[in-house]
């Protein structure tokens, strides 16, 4: 044993012949100490890869039996701390928050600089773990003056050095704008672009979301990405065959398209199209929706840049990518088609010709997210508003219908039941309503709206007939025969309202007497003139 030994190393040790065989001695419990820190570390390092075991590692305090370790002698040790210490702040906010408080990120950045790549590697994970939970935390690691030194790794000739530094400084970077900023000013764009040029696949995934993370906050962030040329090298990317890549790219010049109609020309004039219309067929169910997200980027900026994706045979594409999606998937899809659709009747034709309503309205009526369904609402409203054509074409497919249907029952939908509205779906489904009907001259469409719809909206359909029926000899008959007549008569107004002029404009087409005849009570009154009838003596 090790006492047993230094027992034997304290007696006398005067004889020169046994000099060697105690120096042996001595090294062996240097050798047991260092295998003994190594299987520590290594152990623990493995334990951590294990969430059931991360509450006994820390009731254990092993932050603080780590810590002394990165400063060990022995590279592998300091490696497998590092890697530790990395799992473990992983894994939770609370475990990243005691690495800070103990003081460890101030000693990996310092060892930064002087250590070998495995290190390198082993200590941008630790910062990249704790600086994913918050922005807290993330100010955290660029206070311990990470990101100078991160930026530097960059420009590593390792390119796991660089995937390392590349994932921490994304991580940082993805809270706020602030602290994209602090990633900017350290000087990273240009080194990540070149990231994204090296034969290494993970490197250029990584490079391309970091700089997704940094363009998503604002424009200014967006045109600094823009001005190190980051999109020559982003666009021809989507061709690549690694679908992981694609979906990072996409992600990418999609964020940097949204801010601005100039930043989404910059992408556009990269030409990427017609190829990433390709992508809202890939196999990958996450490039498919990126892809549709970079085209909705794209086209609701100006009506130019929508007609070029339709004129490319973007609104087929979209169309048949929202029929072939389901839930989260469908909404940049769904909002692309009605962002196109808002520009102009021209457009909106296109989405009516390439067979975008059925596909909208299934998203509207079969969908189980509010917000999906909202967005639905609001492109098919889009759609509709624009004439005449265009509203006979959304009541043809029953749009109608089915937006009063989830305006008063909500997300329940053909599959059972009706349950709470959210706020935002009502108030989407009243204007999609409000708009198609202003603009909807068939009247036999009107009908079920007429007998079925609230107040709030009713008012709007009745709005119609009167403004139609005064000019529709056949309308007018077909509306006292259909029952409408009838109804209108049982609506009691408030004296000068609207909806008390729209009945009295719509009352005026007809003759007095019928009008009297489908009032309430006008049945009782003949009755009652029965009673009161004297019979003529002859």
Request: with cysteine; proline share 5%.
């Amino acid at each position: 044993s090790t006492q047993s030994t230094w027992d034997s190393l304290l007696r006398d040790t005067s004889q020169p012949h046994q000099t060697k065989g105690k120096m042996k001695a001595i090294m062996q419990v240097f050798d047991d100490y260092q295998r003994a820190r190594i299987n520590f570390v290594a152990t623990t390092a493995e334990l951590a890869t294990r969430p059931q075991n991360i509450d006994t590692l820390q009731q254990a305090g092993v932050m603080q039996l780590l810590r002394p370790l990165l400063l060990d002698t022995v590279p592998n040790i300091q490696q497998n701390a590092a890697l530790a210490l990395g799992r473990l702040a992983n894994h939770s906010e609370e475990l990243a928050r005691s690495v800070v408080t103990n003081e460890i990120l101030t000693q990996l950045v310092h060892s930064l600089a002087d250590q070998n790549r495995f290190y390198k590697k082993a200590a941008a994970f630790v910062l990249r773990a704790v600086a994913k939970h918050s922005p807290a935390l993330a100010q955290c690691v660029v206070d311990s003056g990470a990101v100078e030194s991160l930026v530097v790794c960059l420009d590593e000739f390792d390119p796991g050095v660089k995937e390392a530094a590349t994932w921490a400084l994304g991580y940082i970077a993805r809270h706020t704008p602030e602290l994209a900023q602090i990633v900017v000013d350290a000087g990273a764009i240009p080194l990540l672009v070149l990231c994204i040029q090296e034969p290494e696949l993970p490197l250029k995934r990584i490079a391309a979301s970091a700089l997704s993370d940094i363009c998503k906050h604002n424009p200014e962030l967006a045109q600094a990405v823009v001005d190190a040329g980051a999109v020559a090298y982003l666009a021809p990317l989507i061709q690549n065959p690694d679908s992981k890549l694609k979906r990072q790219v996409c992600s990418g010049l999609s964020m940097i398209c949204k801010h601005s109609v100039d930043l989404a020309d910059v992408v556009v004039g990269a030409e990427i199209f017609p190829r990433i219309l390709t992508l809202l067929r890939d196999v990958d169910p996450y490039v498919r929706k990126h892809s549709a997200v970079c085209v909705r980027e794209i086209v609701k900026h100006t009506p130019e840049l929508a007609q070029l994706v339709v004129n490319f045979g973007g609104v087929g594409a979209l169309v048949e990518y929202v029929s072939d999606s389901k839930g989260d998937n469908r909404l940049p899809g769904i909002m692309a088609l009605g962002y196109i659709a808002a520009f102009s009747e021209a457009l909106a034709r296109t989405v009516i010709a390439s067979k975008g309503i059925p596909p909208l309205v299934n998203a509207l009526y079969k969908e189980h997210q509010d917000h999906i369904k909202a967005a639905a609402a609001w492109s098919l409203g889009q759609v509709g508003r624009h004439s005449p054509e265009h509203a006979k074409a959304m009541a043809d497919e029953k749009v109608l219908e089915k937006l009063l249907y989830v305006y008063i029952n909500g997300g329940g939908g053909a599959e059972g039941g009706s349950r709470a509205t959210s706020e935002d779906l009502q108030s989407k489904a009243r204007r999609a309503l409000k708009n198609i009907l202003e603009k909807c001259t068939d009247l036999s469409a009107l009908q079920n709206l007429l007998r079925e719809a609230p107040a709030e909206i009713l008012k709007y359909t009745v709005h119609q007939y009167a403004k139609v029926l005064p000019h529709d000899v056949a309308a007018r008959r077909e509306f006292v025969t259909s029952g409408g007549l009838q109804k209108i008569q049982m609506i009691q107004p408030a004296d000068g309202t609207k909806m008390k002029s729209y009945i009295d404009a719509i009352n005026s087409c007809y003759p007095e007497d019928i009008v009297r005849y489908y009032q309430p009570g006008y049945k009782q009154a003949l009755i009652d003139k029965i009673d009161q009838y004297t019979i003529p003596t002859v």
